[in-house]
């Protein structure tokens, strides 16, 4: 009692940092990482956009199980859980690489990494709601955004870099097992980690409820979801707000290294993890910090247009690269680094959004689940689609074509109606 009492005195910096960047770690090796790696092993564009963004799908279908999670353990123990399921099955992964015919194997593999994942995501994200106040929240929301996408530093950065000096020296086979081990291994070692320092999350709902209760439970939550003020306004809003990133992001690494040839840039792995993987992420980690305290200045209802602008005009720098195709590597990688922080900026705006506007209520850690799973929902099905537009407009239409997606996201933002009092208008009312 007096240990757990000591944990929840603890700073958020002890475990808000090191569990997002573990929340991060799965769906970046699934949506950045895999293609490159799969593009290695010779698979189309069009396989690989198409089944990478379907692994998503477990992140859009998790509010229909996170229910149960509220009525059974704490959140502590899924967050530690599906760190160390997570990381053995990178290993897994690592095993199945050599196989002939690996990459149905690796799918399959890849599908129980990305429920462990969206599991893992329900829980962390409600022991957020549950242990800071909405002042924290607005705190340590740039510190969450920052280090979920540090996990982007050490995969697409790092680990990428890595294997493109790994692949020049021992093949590409070698360099992809070891660099799934070592994710695996790091992944392993969060989970004991946060064993001993994350806060439980408070306990279970209904430790003794019956299969019947519990399902009819988790059917209140889904309609009390869908009943809210302004529901289907919000989730039209979640959905476009990230449409543009969903059809981008996928392309954005295969436009990197392909040829010049063939419209892209000609980046070797090392460029890519240095430009797109480290220096673009770090900038990420800057934008979401200052967007986090940028929202805490202004309050998030006067934040939310800019905020919107910031997020989506930034992807025209993919369409300049596309039409100018530069050689320079400043100008690459000036424009990677300038569109990345302007992501982080702006995409703190949606996690706030969705944590103070969509989630309060009774259920606020299932209905934050709804509202991430439809922001998911936003990058996978664009993302199924993009690698068949750019095969067949080539990468200059296709960037050109996104940047038109991103209409809808403006008019609904602008029209976008509030619920509660964000943070900074409680403060003032106080």
Not at 29 to 45: E, R, T, Y
Not at 148 to 163: E, H, P, R, S
Request: hydrophobic share 55%; glycine share 8%.
């Amino acid at each position: 009692m007096e240990q757990a009492l000591k944990q929840t005195k603890r700073s958020p910096l002890w475990w808000v940092p090191s569990a997002y960047f573990a929340m991060g770690l799965p769906l970046i090796l699934i949506n950045l990482v895999a293609p490159l790696m799969f593009k290695d092993f010779g698979i189309s564009d069009a396989q690989i956009a198409f089944w990478t963004s379907l692994l998503i799908l477990p992140w859009s279908l998790k509010p229909f199980w996170s229910p149960l999670m509220e009525m059974y353990r704490t959140k502590k123990f899924y967050v530690v859980t599906t760190q160390i399921v997570s990381g053995v099955s990178l290993a897994l992964i690592a095993m199945a690489l050599p196989l002939p015919d690996f990459f149905p194997y690796v799918v399959a593999i890849m599908t129980v990494l990305a429920f462990s994942g969206a599991t893992h995501d329900i829980a962390l994200d409600g022991v957020y709601i549950t242990e800071l106040n909405k002042t924290q929240q607005a705190q340590f929301v740039g510190w969450q955004g920052a280090f979920y996408n540090l996990a982007k530093v050490t995969a697409m950065g790092g680990m990428v870099f890595i294997a493109g000096k790994l692949e020049a020296c021992y093949g590409a086979l070698y360099a992809w097992v070891v660099i799934m081990l070592m994710c695996g291994v790091l992944l392993t070692l969060l989970g004991i980690y946060h064993w001993r320092i994350l806060p439980s999350g408070g306990a279970a709902a209904q430790s003794h409820a019956s299969i019947g209760e519990t399902m009819r439970e988790t059917w209140n939550v889904i309609i009390l979801f869908f009943k809210k003020k302004y529901i289907w306004i919000y989730v039209a809003w979640i959905v476009c707000y990230r449409f543009t990133e969903g059809l981008v992001i996928k392309i954005v690494p295969l436009f990197l290294e392909a040829d010049v040839a063939n419209e892209g840039l000609g980046l070797t792995k090392e460029e890519m993890g240095l430009y797109y993987g480290t220096f673009g992420v770090v900038a990420f980690i800057v934008g979401s910090i200052l967007g986090g305290y940028f929202i805490s200045w202004r309050g998030l209802k006067k934040a939310i247009f800019p905020l919107c602008c910031i997020f989506n005009i930034p992807f025209v720098i993919y369409a300049l690269l596309a039409v100018y195709q530069p050689e320079n590597a400043f100008a690459v990688c000036g424009g990677i680094v300038f569109e990345y922080f302007s992501y982080g900026f702006g995409f703190v705006g949606l996690t706030l959004f969705i944590m103070q506007q969509v989630a309060p209520g009774k259920h606020q850690m299932a209905h934050y689940a709804f509202g991430s799973a439809l922001a998911n929902l936003g990058v996978m099905l664009p993302g199924m689609i993009s690698g068949y537009i750019s095969d067949a407009i080539g990468y200059e239409k296709f960037f050109l074509w996104a940047l038109v997606s991103a209409i809808p996201a403006f008019i609904l933002t602008w029209i976008l109606p509030f619920t509660h009092s964000d943070s900074s208008e409680a403060t003032q009312e106080a």
